[in-house]
């Protein structure tokens, strides 16, 4: 979180610098998220594709049961919520 912040300032400071506004981490990272979730997705030889299952309904994929913060916050479970929040 403490990385998040600094990196954070630190492209605000850059948008000072070059006067223009970039974009925020949280928006790039949400994106990119999305983009390489997609691409597990759609490529069944993908040895991760078994991860993104969908519920019964086929339209939102099953969440994957994080017992601690470390996989709570990895790649896997934020690219579900991604997934189903852009599903809706």
Known sequence: MQDRRALQRVVRSAE???RTKLPDLH???SKRCWTKAR???K???HPSNGL???LWSGKRFRSLKANTE???TSFFP???RTLNQNST
């Open 16 to 18: 000072r610098i070059i």
């Open 27 to 29: 928006s790039i990272y």
């Open 39 to 41: 691409k597990i997705v």
């Open 43 to 45: 490529d069944l030889s």
């Open 52 to 54: 993104f299952s969908l």
């Open 70 to 72: 470390r996989l709570r």
């Open 78 to 80: 934020q690219a579900i």
